[in-house]
């Protein structure tokens, strides 16, 4: 059947079951993105109301939202009524709840100016945070949890998943040298402190502000057919300590006090413990979400996960401030992973145009642009005469004068970066005119060492002196070298 046909079928279900709900045909149906999975949803309007309508894929991710819904509107949890569902089970209509998101309050404010203690959304978040236990626990009882999807609980295999997932698409894309038994004994050590909690509590797993609407000044829930049987801290550390949000830490501590103010009605903790445990949780919370920003920005190269990774290691490095004792080897090593130039933060508070300029290996993969932007220019430098090949070059970079003697007695390498400058000065002088903030260059050969980095000193320092309003920022990724040459302020 073809897509044309597919969609017609899944209008006249939708229809069906609009009518079925309401009475009367919609006289409207429009599409609109949703969750990241693969269900596609419609508004269906008319004079007798207006519904959301879902086509799912899977029959038992449909089943789980299905059953968990239904299951949280009779314990009185904010959720989206289901009003009719398929015989098969494939597409259901659900509650209109209108368009306003969290996220989108969160993202408007963070463009606006920042976050403020007495704000209607300050209010939301903290009002969203305390009625998690309601989740928790009323959301748990009586929950037939063989409904969940894709698994009906937290457990070790979950954790290593994600572990591994961090391990595989962040951890080994960042190019850094690891012990991978060392590192996995500290998985196992801490996948065994995350399993402590046995409590029979409901676990949102999509605990953030893109899964929370606001329908007359509340906050409604959905996208939860992921939840499971699962520990308190979870959702908690996902919500409150999300990368993108950039919460202040007041702002945190808020959230945090007004989720234990309401978990109080349902059970007693200790705040030493509950602090512990929950750190624990935040670290890998932090490394389940670098696996996935690794994954759709580092492999796949998707822009807005790439702009997303930096506030993530903002997150592990504040983390790391008090090494985690129980896990020495996976503490240091991701310690020296936030380190790398390539995942360094810029600088706040600074305007104008930077231009990052980068000597690398090809063998260890292009440089990635944290700023989102694409990643600017890339030379190859392997077609120049390579001092790495001799002996007496063999131990020392493009930085070392022999190397410089070498590569400029030959000449190649003269006309070469002739050759970059007439690219490079015209860019930076439009870039500039244009109020533009990001500019990036990188120079490759085949051990990042001679070639790469002559180039990349060379360039940054024409620019540094061609162009003294713009910051230049040299990184030697292979040799651990990062240093600004204009350092100016606009």
């Given amino acids: 059947m073809c897509l044309a046909a597919v969609e017609c079928v899944s209008m006249e279900r939708l229809v069906s079951l609009y009518e079925q709900s309401y009475g009367a045909e919609p006289e409207g149906i429009s599409s609109f993105s949703g969750s990241a999975s693969n269900r596609r949803y419609y508004r269906l309007s008319g004079k007798a109301g207006s519904c959301i309508g879902a086509i799912g894929t899977d029959e038992a991710e449909n089943k789980a939202f299905i059953t968990i819904a239904r299951h949280f509107r009779e314990k009185g949890i904010p959720v989206p009524e289901v009003k009719a569902v398929s015989a098969d089970g494939m597409a259901y209509v659900q509650e209109d709840l209108g368009d306003l998101l969290l996220s989108d309050m969160v993202a408007s404010t963070l463009k606006s100016g920042g976050f403020e203690k ?206 985690f004792e129980k896990y020495p080897y996976l503490s240091e090593t991701l310690r020296r992973m936030a380190s790398l130039p390539r995942f360094s933060e810029p600088e706040c508070g600074r305007q104008g145009l930077e231009v990052k300029i980068y000597s690398f290996s090809f063998k260890k993969g292009i440089p990635q642009d944290m700023s989102g932007n694409g990643g600017g220019y890339v030379f190859d430098c392997r077609s120049i005469h390579n001092p790495g090949r001799y002996e007496p070059y063999k131990k020392l970079t493009g930085m070392d004068e022999p190397v410089i003697r070498f590569l400029e007695d030959d000449g190649e390498i003269i006309g070469y970066l002739d050759h970059v400058y007439g690219v490079v000065d015209p860019h930076v002088e439009t870039y500039r005119k244009r109020g533009f903030t990001h500019l990036m260059v990188s120079f490759g050969c085949t051990g990042g060492q001679h070639r790469s980095v002559y180039c990349a000193e060379h360039l940054a320092s024409h620019l540094a002196g061609k162009y003294p309003d713009v910051r230049v920022r040299l990184i030697h990724r292979e040799q651990g070298v990062d240093r600004m040459l204009n350092d100016c302020r606009i």
């Fill in 118 to 323: 007495d704000s209607e959304l300050t209010r939301l978040l903290c009002r969203t945070v305390s009625l998690l236990p309601k989740i928790q626990f009323d959301g748990a009882a009586g929950l037939d949890f063989s409904v969940c999807y894709p698994q009906p609980s937290f457990d070790r295999r979950m954790i290593m998943f994600d572990l591994n997932y961090f391990k595989y698409c962040f951890l080994k894309p960042s190019g850094l040298e690891f012990n991978e038994v060392l590192l996995q004994d500290d998985f196992e050590r801490l996948a065994d402190d995350l399993l402590r909690d046995e409590r029979d509590t409901f676990l949102y797993r999509d605990f953030n502000a893109r899964n929370v609407m606001i329908k007359d000044g509340e906050p409604y829930f959905i996208d939860f057919q992921g939840g499971r049987r699962g520990p308190l801290y979870y959702d908690v550390a996902s919500f409150v300590w999300q990368a993108r949000a950039r919460y202040p830490q007041w702002l945190k501590e808020m959230m945090v006090g007004s989720y234990l103010e309401a978990l109080a009605e349902y059970v007693h903790v200790c705040r030493e413990d509950f602090d512990r445990t929950l750190r624990l949780f935040r670290l890998f919370r932090t490394l389940q979400v670098l696996g996935a920003y690794g994954f759709r920005g580092l492999i796949e190269h998707k822009a807005q996960f790439v702009v997303s990774i930096s506030p993530a290691l903002a997150d592990l490095r504040q983390l790391l401030e008090e090494p």
